[in-house]
């Protein structure tokens, strides 16, 4: 629940209320995972992963809609070996990507990957390292596109894990950068995060049963004064 800006003829921004009611299901198997949302505004999000055989994962995600061109697909085969991770992806509008990443040490980790979207004729290359410890994680990428990205997750205690990302856009100058903490009670979970854009969001999963969590979440954008309120029910383990 929150606002929504319409188009306005005078400089004033203009907001009406809205909210979007949203059903989902979720079947789970050893080696099947089926995970559908249905929106009210006739949006369907839908996942499916299968295991293949114990090293090969085929992974389905699909968003579709009522507007043209807006339902997206994409069919990802996922290769899991000693010590590296390959990957093959095929999506709509001609989209074909692959990725490979590689255990070089106990705690680091480097990678590659390439992409080309046919309808758009455009194509790109990056690389990847990450650097892990029983405490923490560091991650770094940069790509042809432009874009630089960092970020480091710190595991406080058992119960507590504080994280922070940085991303920098080469093309457009464009900077942001969020912190965010997660923290895990006898009876839930609460994780927030706090951007560079002055965006403030929080996350509250309770357990109120056995098989019964309660959650609530909220978001507020101070510079847009762009405030939203979400709560839900999950039955089941």
């Known amino acids: 629940?929150?606002?929504?800006?319409?188009?306005?003829?005078?400089?004033?921004?203009?907001?009406?209320?809205?909210?979007?009611?949203?059903?989902?299901?979720?079947?789970?198997?050893?080696?099947?995972?089926?995970?559908?949302?249905?929106?009210?505004?006739?949006?369907?999000?839908?996942r499916v992963k299968c295991d293949l055989s114990d090293n090969l994962t085929l992974k389905i995600n699909a968003q579709l809609t009522n507007e043209p061109h807006y339902s997206q697909?994409?069919?990802?085969f996922d290769y899991k070996g000693k010590d590296y991770r390959s990957q093959f992806q095929i999506g709509?509008?001609?989209?074909?990507?692959?990725?490979?990443?590689?255990?070089?040490?106990?705690h680091l980790s480097l990678g590659s990957e390439v992409f080309w979207l046919g309808h758009q004729r455009k194509s790109g290359v990056g690389f990847a390292?990450?650097?892990?410890?029983?405490?923490?994680?560091?991650?770094?990428?940069v790509a042809s596109t432009g874009i630089v990205a960092l970020s480091y997750v710190?595991?406080?205690?058992?119960?507590?894990?504080?994280?922070?990302?940085?991303?920098?856009?080469?093309?457009?100058?464009d900077v942001t950068s969020s912190f965010g903490y997660d923290y895990i009670l006898r009876q839930c979970r609460l994780r927030g995060k706090i951007d560079s854009?002055?965006?403030?969001?929080?996350?509250?999963?309770?357990?109120?049963?056995?098989?019964?969590?309660?959650?609530?979440?909220?978001e507020?954008?101070?510079?847009?004064k762009d405030?939203?309120?979400?709560?839900?029910?999950?039955?089941?383990?």
């Not at 406080?156 to 994280?163: Q, R, T």
């Not at 405030?227 to 383990?237: N, Q």
């Open 220 to 224: 507020i954008n101070h510079p847009k």
């Open 92 to 106: 709509n509008n001609a989209f074909y990507g692959a990725n490979y990443i590689q255990s070089v040490s106990p």
């Open 73 to 76: 697909g994409m069919f990802n």
């Open 1 to 46: 629940m929150g606002s929504m800006e319409v188009p306005s003829q005078s400089s004033d921004t203009i907001k009406v209320p809205t909210a979007h009611y949203e059903f989902g299901a979720n079947f789970l198997d050893p080696k099947l995972m089926l995970v559908g949302r249905v929106l009210t505004d006739g949006r369907l999000n839908a």
């Open 154 to 173: 710190q595991k406080v205690s058992e119960k507590v894990s504080l994280a922070s990302d940085f991303m920098y856009n080469l093309m457009t100058r």
């Open 227 to 237: 405030y939203k309120f979400g709560f839900g029910m999950t039955v089941g383990e």
């Open 197 to 218: 854009a002055g965006c403030v969001a929080a996350y509250l999963e309770e357990r109120l049963n056995m098989g019964v969590n309660f959650i609530l979440s909220a």
């Open 129 to 141: 390292a990450r650097y892990d410890t029983d405490k923490m994680v560091a991650t770094g990428q």
